[in-house]
C-alpha cells in the first residue's frame, strides 16, 4: 500500500513540479507567467480523482445486479463522473493558466492575385479547344444522364406509378364482422353509446395492419339517422360501420364522443386524437370540426339469418389520407 | 547510441512535436491551431453545446445498433415485462422494450439518446437565434449559415426517423401522420410514398431496414459531412465578435487563443453536456415506450404529443381548416399539405433566403466581422420575431388538448382563437419590438451625447483654471 501512496505522492510532485523543470526568462515566454494558485490547484485535482472514484463507481454498479435502481445509479454515476471532468476543467481554465487575450488581423476579404491567377489557369488551360459550348454540351449530357443512371436502381425501392394498390381493401360482400379476438360481432353485440372496431373475418394478423382493414361501429338511434339518399340502408337498424382510418393523417379513430356530452357539443361524434378531426356517424361521416378534407369513408352493413354482421360491400369511398387520387377512382364494389 | 537522439535530454512534449513534424509536415499549421482566437461570448457556446449533443447521440446511438432489430415482423412477447406478455408486437418494438428491460445499461443508454436528441435541436434552434439576431450570417459567413440551416433540417428529419423506428405507438402514429403529409404533396405526393414505403401505408417489410440505415448511416453522415464544412468554414474566415472594447474592429480580432485558453473551456463544456445528459438518461425518464405498448394502424391513445421539436409542426396540422383543395375530382392539395409540408417549408425557405432578402432591402455589399446587437438593427429584429413568435404560436396551438383537459377550456374556440391569433400576435410583437429596439437605439445616444457633453464641460474646467 505505501508503495502506492508513494507512487501517487511522487505523481502529484512530478506534476506540480513540471513548470519549474526548465526555468526560462519571463520576456522569452509566448505564454505570459502568473504566479501559481495552490488553492484552486488542489480543487481542480481532488475532482480529477473524485471523476476517477465515479468511473469506477459506475463499473461497480455495472457489475452487481442486485442493485436496486441500477438504471439510476449508472447514470448518476456516469453523470457525476462527466461532471467532476468538466468543473476540474474549467477551474484549469479560469484559475490554473493564463486567459490571454489577444488581437490578431482578421483575414483578408479577397485574394484578388489568386482569384486571378485561378481564373487564367482555368481559361487558358481549354485554349486548344475549338468548339468550346459542344464540348461543355456533351461534358453536361455523360454527366446528367450518368447521374440519372445512378438514381435509377432506386425506383427498385417499390412501385412508383400503379396506385391502383391505394384503393385495396379486404371488404367484400356477404364478409362478416370480427373483433380483435376473430369472434365475429351479432348485432345484438352492438350496445349504443358505445364503440367496437371490427375486422373482416379471417385475415391473417399482418393484413389487419391494412389501412382498408379496420372499421369502427357505433349504434345509434335510428330516428337520429340522416344518411343522404346515396348512403340509404347502409346502416343496419341504427348500426354504422366506417373506416377506422382518418381521411386526414391516417391515424386511428378511437374517440367516440356519446352524446352525454352537454351542453355544447350534443351531437355523437368520432374523433380523431391526432389533430381532433371530427366527424359525425349519424350522416355518413361528414367533417363536423378539424382538419379532415374528406368524409369518412362508410362501409354498408347487413345482419344475416343468424345475427351476424356482414357487409353488404365495400365503402363508399377511399380508405385513408388523401392524395391526388383519393377522389377519382372508388373501391370495387 | 550513434544516431538516436538523447532521450533523457529531449523532454517528451518536444520529441512528440518533433515526431509529428517530420512525418506529417504539420508543425505550421498546428501552431496556427494552438494560437487560432475564440471571441468571449456565451452565446458562441450554442453552437458548441450542438456538437457535443451529437457526438454523445453518435456514442450513444452506436450502442444501441448493436441490440436493436430492424425488422416489422409480428412476433408474440414472452419477455420478463408482464403486461405486454402475449402482446403481438414487430421485432423493432420487442427489441427496444429489451433494450430498456434486459440489457444491462440499455436503459441508461437510451434514455440518454432520446435526451440528448432533444437537447441537440434545442442547441440548435438557440444557436439559430443567435446568429439570426445578430446578423451574424451577413457576408462572408452566409455559406456557413446555409450549412447550419441544412444541418437544422436534416436534424430534424434523422430524429423523427429515430423515433418511429421504436415502432410504439406513438412512434406508429407519428410515422402515418408523416406518410400522409407525404401523399399531400400536389401531383406526387401518391406516387412517391408508395415508393418510398413499397406500397401504400403501413408498406412492406422493406420499409424499416431503409429508415434504419437513413436513421443510422446515411443522415449521421451527411451532418458528419455538413458539420465539417461548417467548422471549416468558421475556421477560414474566424469567428465573429461582439463590438466591446476599442481593439475590437472589422478588421482585428480579439480573443482567446485555442491553447492553452479556450481548450479546457470547450473540453470542459463537452464533459459538462456529456454529463448532464448521461445524468438526464440515468435520472429522469424519457419515452418509457413500455407503457404505451406496440403499434397497430388501428390503434391510437388521446393526448399524444411529439417530441418538443416536432410541437409546431402538430399545432399547424391542428389548425387549418377542414378542407383538401379539389378541382373536378382531382385533389389538387390534401388538407395535411398546409401544415404539415407548407408551413416548414415556408419557415425554411425563409431562413435559407434571409441573407439574400435582407441584403436587397438594405443593398448592403459589405463584409461584417463585427455583430449587431439586435437594437442596432430594428428592422431585422422585427421581422424575425415576427416569424418566431409565429412558429411558437403554431406550437402552442398544438397543445390545445392538454390545456383543455387540464383548464376546461373548450378545444373547438381555443383552435378558433389561435386560427386568428397567430396573424395578429405576431404583428402585434413585431410592432412592439421594433418601437423598443428604436427607444434603446435613442436612450443609447443621449446617454452618449451626456457622456461627451461632460467631458467637453470638463475639459473646460480644467482649461479655466489653467488659465
Known sequence: MSKVRDSIVAGLVLLAGRGRRKPRKDALRTVPKLDPNPGAETWAILLFFFAALCAVAFIVVYAIDSLPRHTQLLGLSLGLCLLSIAAALIITAHKLIVTEELVEPYSPEEHPNEQELIAQVVEESGDRLTRKRLFKLGIAAAGGTLGLAAITPALSFGPFLETRYFLGTPWRKGRRLVDDKGKPYKATDIEADNFYTAFPERIPDQDKEELGAALVLVRLPVDSLRLPPELKGYDAGGIVAYSKICTHAGCAISLYRAPLFQPDEPRPALVCPCHYSTFNPADGGSVMFGPAGRKLPMLPLSVDAKGFLRAKGNFDGEVGPSWWGSRIWKPNP | MVGIPDLEAEPVIRRTVRFLDERTATAPLLRKTLRYLFPDHWSFLLGEVALYAFMVLVATGTYLT??????????????????????????????????????????????????????????????????????????????????????????????????????????????????????????????????????????????????????????????????????????????????????????????????????????????????????????????????????????????????????????????????????????????????????????????????????????????????????????????????????????????????????????????????????????????????????LQASEKTKHEQHKAEARARLAAIQRTEA
Not at chain 2, 357 to 369: A, Y
Open chain 2, 66 to 439: 448493436f441490440f436493436f432489430v430492424d425488422s416489422t415482423k409480428q412476433v408474440v412477447y414472452h419477455g420478463p415485462y408482464a403486461p405486454l406478455r402475449d402482446q403481438h408486437m414487430s421485432e423493432a418494438y420487442q427489441s427496444v422494450v429489451n433494450i430498456s428491460t434486459t440489457v444491462k445499461a440499455g436503459l441508461l443508454i437510451r434514455q440518454t439518446h432520446h435526451w440528448a436528441a432533444n437537447i441537440f435541436l434545442a442547441a440548435i434552434v438557440l444557436h439559430l437565434f443567435r446568429v439570426f439576431f445578430s446578423g451574424a450570417y451577413r457576408k462572408p459567413r452566409e455559406l456557413t449559415y446555409i450549412l447550419g440551416v441544412t444541418m437544422l433540417m436534416l436534424s430534424l428529419l434523422e430524429a423523427y426517423m429515430g423515433y418511429s423506428l421504436v415502432d410504439d405507438l406513438l412512434s406508429g402514429m407519428g410515422l402515418v401522420i408523416g406518410y400522409s403529409v407525404g401523399l399531400s404533396l400536389p401531383f406526387v405526393g401518391g406516387n412517391l410514398m408508395e415508393w418510398l414505403f413499397h406500397g401504400p401505408y403501413p408498406g412492406q417489410a422493406s420499409l424499416w431496414p431503409r429508415m434504419y440505415i437513413a436513421h443510422v448511416l446515411i443522415f449521421p453522415i451527411l451532418i458528419g459531412m455538413l458539420l465539417g464544412g461548417h467548422l471549416l468554414l468558421v475556421a477560414m474566415k474566424h469567428h465573429t465578435q461582439f463590438k466591446k472594447k476599442r481593439s475590437q474592429s472589422e478588421n482585428a480580432i480579439l480573443g482567446v487563443p485555442a491553447f492553452p485558453g479556450q481548450a479546457p473551456r470547450s473540453l470542459g463544456l463537452l464533459f459538462g453536456t456529456a454529463g448532464i445528459l448521461f445524468l438526464l438518461g440515468g435520472l429522469v425518464q424519457i419515452n418509457p415506450i413500455w407503457l404505451w405498448g406496440p403499434y397497430h394502424t388501428y390503434s391510437s391513445t388521446n393526448g399524444a404529443q411529439p417530441d418538443w421539436y416536432l410541437g409546431w409542426l402538430i399545432g399547424g396540422l391542428r389548425l387549418v381548416p377542414s378542407f383538401d383543395l379539389v378541382i373536378d375530382g382531382y385533389t389538387l392539395v390534401p388538407n395535411p399539405f398546409w401544415g404539415g409540408a407548407a408551413f416548414p417549408l415556408l419557415v425554411f425557405g425563409f431562413l435559407y433566403f434571409w441573407p439574400w432578402i435582407e441584403r436587397r432591402l438594405t443593398g448592403d455589399q459589405s463584409f461584417h466581422n463585427v455583430l449587431e446587437r439586435p437594437r442596432d438593427n430594428p428592422r431585422r429584429t422585427a421581422i424575425g420575431l415576427w416569424v418566431v413568435s409565429w412558429v411558437f404560436l403554431v406550437f402552442v396551438a398544438g397543445a390545445s388538448d392538454r390545456v383543455n383537459v387540464m383548464f376546461d377550456l373548450s378545444y373547438t374556440s381555443q383552435i378558433w382563437f389561435y386560427r386568428v391569433f397567430i396573424w395578429v400576435g405576431p404583428t402585434i410583437i413585431a410592432f412592439v419590438a421594433y418601437r423598443v429596439c428604436k427607444e
